[in-house]
């Protein structure tokens, strides 16, 4: 199963064909709202509570440290 | 810088649109202290100093705009010359008199970017009397790097315009592009065409900026730097939109130098122009 | 924007982004420009447990007020530093344990007395700007709570490959916890435990075009030590004592794997984000994340996000809302966290611009349900959750 999985993310992203992107041509990338985290206090705030109420946790990093949260 | 300058800005309120401003306008006057050549404690004027004896160090951002102008002189088949202002000394447009000959051709000894001292970090004129300035592209660099803060500082609605050099932020709140008017080259309180523009560098270069008529000839600002003599049949005005206004002003100006084959410059470009023969006849290539 | 051939306008072009300060803040990578500070508080509240499915003890259940302050400012001409703050202080009730009621279906009992703890984070990220591509990081926290206290440290590696407009990552997180169970009223099944986690990650992030970019990442943790709730028990019916501690294995590997898309919509002025999540561990837990959102934006000065959340997990395979007889590996919970599930979110924010503040409010309403699972669920365990969370946001720049 988790073999399936990389070879698909792979795979998606290879299969994007890119479109050159100026440096000038970059005021919407850069919009905060196009941020993967346009708030990052928020997103932690929100990953706190998802981890203390559900099973899954992570996915955006290697960083956060534990809570006993029950 | 020779010019009206006018900020157009949208921002969130009137504090941080005038900390925009300010900031913009700060570093408009900092890049004129910095290459004026006026001022002999300028960086230019230190250069052209040193005319004949030795080279100067420069900074990175001179540096950079040095290369620049290496570029230009390169890409226009040497008219894009920042040697060339010394031919100010001879031509006065405001005397109405042609220069004679042989001063002209002294002058043209002393004009020649291949023959500039230039390795990346010091810059030296090899005869006494050379000068270089950043005339020729000074202003669009100037609109470029005052739109640049205004966008550091958060504007993203807005434009900025330098005697005619424009750098256009971002369109109006709703999205909606500038409608900016082309000035007629021999009536210039009419636009003689509108661009539409949302984003980017719009740049013109005329016939009309410096000029004087002769004999019922007209003879413009914009001297070929190989004769040393205005040049002639080039189209009446040159209007050029690239994303740096610094690039559509070498465009435009290098578009006047090279007269009749303007066009094919300005095709092997690839930028959207808008080209007034002195005929009034308008190629829009947009 | 057309197929540009011209050399000279790619001579000129990469003449002039050469300068200093032309090709924008947005492309290079670089430290932060300016400080900004910023203080969010929030409440959250859990919705009562409902009557049918309360056994005893308390039927409120958490309520959470929590202050985060941060910093984000820049530290040299290289690098920059990130840290946060997160004061909580929580009190109610929580679920102690399923029992079967009425007909076999089972009921939560909640433990009585009302919990107050107040809890302390603290973490530092900081950012070093190796070159305009690549961008190290180095994290450290440290967390403290009545009956818990973690420390945490982490590498992260950035480097973005302009030509290909890709950007690799890639880290490692290492977090040691000790927790101290609190003796209340609910005895507790350990005096001091250990536990702690190990995570690598790697990601890929790609800009698609002018206005889309995609982010996938793959991320593999391990935990090792103490991870049962100490202070909750299962129901074993064939037992004389029926209640039993909560038992769960000593270690936990958990994959995860994380899209997200991001597209701005220029004629609607707003952003349509994407994110998929792909959880999977080896307590058979497997789950599925999606939320999408969308990010208007009103005229210069505001923005409304609005978001939805789906979420789905199976069982962990030791569960069971109360068991007729003890499993042969000793382990069981009835932890409705552990249970199959699914959970609808639905997020609003706005947000104002004023000068060099920030202003948000945001209002995010929760609710667990079996009903919302991507698989049939037999039982539904009775202590799903229900919440709603209200956050007030400041933040400035200096």
């Known amino acids: 199963m988790r073999i399936w999985i990389v070879l698909l993310a792979g795979l998606l992203v290879s299969a994007c064909s890119i479109t050159k ?34 099973a899954s946790s992570g996915g955006t990093g290697a960083g956060g440290g534990g809570c006993g949260c029950n | 810088m020779g010019g009206p300058c006018e900020l157009k800005l949208y921002g969130a309120d009137s504090q941080s649109l005038q900390r925009a401003a300010n900031a913009a306008m700060t570093e408009v006057k900092r890049l004129e202290t910095k290459y004026s050549r006026y001022r002999e404690d300028s960086l230019v004027s230190r250069i052209n100093q040193q005319a004949g004896h030795a080279a100067v160090s420069v900074d990175a951002e001179t540096a950079a705009l040095l290369n620049y102008a290496d570029t230009a002189f390169t890409q ?7 040697t060339s202002g010394v031919l100010r000394r001879v031509w006065d447009f405001k005397s109405g008199q042609l220069p004679n000959e042989s001063a002209v051709a002294d002058c043209r000894r002393l004009i020649g970017w291949q023959r500039v001292l230039w390795d990346g970090e010091r810059c030296g004129l090899p005869d006494a009397g050379m000068e270089i300035d950043f005339g020729g592209f000074g202003k669009e660099y100037a609109a470029d790097r005052a739109a640049a803060v205004c966008r550091e500082q958060g504007i993203a609605y807005g434009l900025v315009e330098l005697g005619g050099d424009i750098h256009v932020i971002g369109p109006h709140p709703d999205g909606s592009p500038w409608q900016i008017g082309l000035r007629h080259p021999r009536r210039p309180e009419e636009p003689i065409d509108r661009v539409s523009v949302s984003q980017g560098g719009l740049a013109s270069s005329g016939d009309y900026e410096r000029f004087m008529i002769v004999e019922g000839v007209r003879y413009c600002h914009l001297l070929n730097p190989k004769t040393g003599w205005p040049v002639t049949e080039s189209p009446a005005q040159v209007s050029v939109l690239a994303p740096l206004c610094l690039v559509a002003g070498t465009g435009a100006t290098v578009a006047m130098l090279k007269a009749q084959s303007s066009r094919q410059w300005l095709e092997s470009l690839e930028l959207p122009y808008v080209s007034i023969a002195s005929d009034g006849r308008v190629t829009r290539a947009l | 924007m ?18 200093p300060g032309m090709s924008g803040k947005a492309d290079a990578a670089a430290p932060a420009s300016e400080p900004v ?97 690549t961008v190290l990081s180095y994290m450290a926290g440290y967390s403290d709570e009545d ?107 958990q994959w995860v794997w994380l899209t997200r898309f991001r597209h701005f919509v220029p004629a609607a002025n707003a952003a349509f984000h994407a994110d998929y999540r792909y959880f999977d561990d080896d307590w058979d837990i497997e789950s599925h994340t999606l939320e999408l959102g969308w990010y208007q934006n009103i005229g210069p000065t505001w923005r409304i996000d609005t978001s939805l959340r789906w979420y789905s997990q199976t069982a962990a395979f030791f569960y069971a809302p109360y068991f007729l007889s003890q499993r042969a590996d000793g382990y069981a919970s009835s932890d409705y966290r552990l249970s199959p599930y699914g959970a609808l979110g639905l997020r609003v924010k706005a947000v104002k611009k004023l000068g060099p503040w920030q202003l948000s409010a945001e209002f ?8 919302y699972s991507l698989d049939d669920v037999d039982v539904e365990n009775p202590g799903l959750v229900e919440f709603n969370t209200f956050t007030l946001g400041f933040d400035r720049v200096f």
């Open chain 3, 37 to 133: 500070l910023s203080y969010h508080a929030s409440h959250y509240r859990e919705a009562d447990i409902e009557r049918k499915d309360h056994l005893g003890g308390s039927r409120e259940r958490y309520e959470i007020d929590t202050h985060q302050l941060g910093l984000a400012a820049p530290l040299s001409r290289a690098t920059d530093i990130k840290l946060d703050l997160m004061v909580e202080s929580m009190c109610g009730a929580s679920p102690w344990y399923v029992q079967p009621g009425a007909g076999g279906k089972p009921v939560q009992a909640m433990s009585g007395a009302s919990i107050k703890e107040e809890r302390y984070d603290i973490q530092g990220r900081l950012n070093q700007f190796v070159s305009s591509d």
């Open chain 3, 2 to 19: 057309k197929q540009q051939n011209s050399s000279a306008l790619l001579a000129l072009t990469s003449a002039a982004l050469a300068l």
């Open chain 1, 21 to 54: 992107v100026e440096p000038w041509d970059r005021q919407y990338l850069s919009r905060p709202e196009m941020a993967w985290d346009p708030d990052s206090t928020t997103a932690a705030y929100r990953a706190h509570v998802y981890f203390s109420k559900e």
């Open chain 3, 364 to 371: 995010e309403t929760y609710s667990a349900k079996a009903g």
């Open chain 2, 76 to 82: 226009s088949e040497g008219l894009f010359d920042i």
């Open chain 3, 147 to 253: 009956d818990y206290e973690a420390v945490n440290i982490g590498f992260e590696f950035e480097h973005t490959i302009p030509a290909r407009q890709l950007t690799l990552s890639a880290g490692i997180g290492y977090s040691d916890d000790e927790l101290e169970p609190t003796q209340g009223t609910t005895p507790v099944s350990v005096l001091k435990a250990e536990k702690d986690n190990l995570t690598l990650f790697a990601g890929l992030g790609l800009v698609v075009d002018a206005r889309t970019a995609v982010q996938t990442s793959l991320s593999v943790s391990d935990q090792q030590g103490f991870l049962s709730d100490p202070y909750k028990l299962v129901y074993i019916a064939s037992q004389n004592n029926p209640l039993y501690a909560d038992s769960r294995p000593d270690d936990r590997r």
